[in-house]
């Protein structure tokens, strides 16, 4: 059960219902051109282009402004017609491939999923919930179906990525090789501040006496965060003056070259800029360098896992449409 939860989460957050909220109930222009009829059988379930509509619609909107022509918005609405067609089938032949495997869904879970989803795209309202049903020719019923079949889909994906052998350190030696410049890490300073800045026309005679109270303060050991939290003007302060980590081109260039050649664990004398004085703090450095291959072997074997789980998952998925009966009609 709880599993099933898991891998249907993601699905049902991003796509399940990617035709609810946003759906028009006139068809776009756009959309008109592909037709009426069918637009494929897969398994001996009719598709009909008016359910291909219905899943592009919501898209429209996105593709017009990001579309830089009215060729070019053709050629997408194309390649995304495709596209969803596809995944239309795609949804129908993998129900099927978990029926003949005897994959089971428990009932109450297809009711939470049901539940859930009015509560969070209808606001608990059941009445809006039927009224978008009715406007777009579904019962209930028919509702409950699709959260099936889509939870169905997930499970089986997910499924088909899980048997995974251990990445070998040859092929993790090899990726690192190959892309070393994805590990280039550049010079950085883990930085703290002191900002001391005039109140009203005050000048700068009161901040100098203040910034030498710092610096006696920190002479004498006291902790550089303290101090900020103490003395120093900016919003900051309350973290002890914690920039967290910085490169040089972060800051302006009196203050990096400043803070840059500070050893870490040391600060700086008062650094006067503008009617603004800056004591500045290294708490840690990093030098520029590639990372080496045991600072980052984890990284990689988490991408490399990605990417054989990718291409386990599309010769499964090859496979099942490899064995479908299959009809395009567009």
């Keep these: 059960m709880k599993h099933l939860r898991l891998f249907s989460s993601l699905l049902l957050t991003t796509c399940l219902f990617q035709s609810s909220l946003q759906a028009q109930l006139a068809p776009d222009p756009a959309l008109l051109r592909l037709g009426n009829g069918i637009a494929a059988i897969a398994e001996g379930q009719i598709i009909t282009v008016e359910a291909l509509r219905r899943e592009l619609e919501p898209i429209i909107p996105r593709l017009r402004v990001e579309s ?23 949804r129908i032949i993998i129900v099927k491939a978990a ?65 995974q052998s251990e990445v070998s350190p040859e092929r993790i030696e ?11 890490q550049a010079e950085a300073l883990h930085l703290r501040q002191i900002i001391l800045t005039p109140l009203a026309d ?43 980590w910085i490169e040089r081109k972060d800051i302006r260039k009196e203050l990096s070259d400043a803070a ?13 800029i503008g009617g603004t004085i800056f004591i500045l703090y290294a708490e840690d450095k990093r030098e520029e360098m590639i990372q080496p291959i045991v600072q980052v072997r984890d ?32």
Excluded at 174 to 184: A, D, G, L, Q, T
């Design 68 to 90: 830089k022509s009215a060729e070019e918005f053709s050629k997408r609405i194309d390649q995304l017609s495709k596209e969803v067609l596809q995944n239309m089938i795609d």
């Design 202 to 244: 005050e000048g700068l005679v009161p901040l100098r006496q203040t910034a030498k109270k710092v610096i006696d303060e920190l002479n004498s050991g006291a902790n550089f965060g303290d101090v900020a939290r103490k003395y120093s003007q900016d919003e900051m302060s309350r973290n002890g003056g914690d920039w967290g």
């Design 99 to 163: 029926e003949e495997k005897g994959l089971m869904i428990p009932p109450s879970y297809i009711e939470q999923e049901y539940d859930d989803v009015i509560q969070r795209d209808f606001g608990g309202d059941r009445g809006r919930f039927l009224e978008y049903l009715r406007a777009r020719g579904e019962t209930a019923r028919d509702f409950r179906k699709d959260i099936y079949k889509r939870v169905v889909v997930n499970v089986m994906r997910q499924e088909s990525r899980r048997s």
């Design 260 to 272: 840059f050649n500070l050893e870490a664990g040391s600060y700086s004398q008062p650094i006067e």
């Design 174 to 184: 090899e990726f690192y090789v190959k892309n070393k410049i994805r590990f280039y």
């Design 299 to 330: 990284i990689i074997e988490n991408v490399l896992i990605g990417e054989i789980a990718r291409e386990t998952q599309d010769k499964w998925l090859q496979e099942v449409r490899n064995e479908a009966y299959v009809r395009y009609f567009m």
